[in-house]
Nanobody, 125 residues
Framework: QVQLVESGGGLVQAGGSLRLSCTAS????????MGWFRQAPGKEREFVAG????????YYADSVKGRFTISRDNAKNTVYLQMNSLKPEDTAVYYC??????????????????WGQGTQVTVSS
């Protein structure tokens, strides 16, 4: 059973940066996709970024392209989300998630079968 543990959230002013980490326990195969989602109060959970564990493919939501960067460290079983030029609308609980089944959309939360507990990111204006 894979477990995901996030860290790195916090409070930052608009224009600032944060880096989120997500460490996975257990074996991670190259075909798996690790994703970051976020959920703001009163809103649906939305896809932010994803990376195939092999590193071949990375995906970003349009709202974060050019500002956020997803990367992974295979040796540490850890995925990072570097968030720059943060905006108040980036405020949300951020979750990392693991998609183990091949195929299907990487941007739909329903396709991910393991989730972290979430970490709060608050961007003040």
């Amino acid at each position: 059973q894979v477990q995901l543990v996030e860290s790195g959230g916090g409070l930052v002013q608009a224009g600032g940066s944060l880096r989120l980490s997500c460490t996975a326990s257990g074996r991670i195969f190259s075909s798996y996709v690790m994703g970051w989602f976020r959920q703001a109060p009163g809103k649906e959970r939305e896809f932010v970024a994803g990376i195939m564990w092999s590193g071949i493919s990375v995906y970003y939501a349009d709202s974060v392209k050019g500002r956020f960067t997803i990367s992974r460290d295979n040796a540490k079983n850890t995925v990072y989300l570097q968030m720059n030029s943060l905006k108040p609308e980036d405020t949300a609980v951020y979750y990392c998630a693991l998609k183990t089944l091949f195929g299907g959309s990487y941007s739909r939360a329903v396709g991910y079968d393991h989730w972290g507990q979430g970490t709060q990111v608050t961007v003040s204006s």
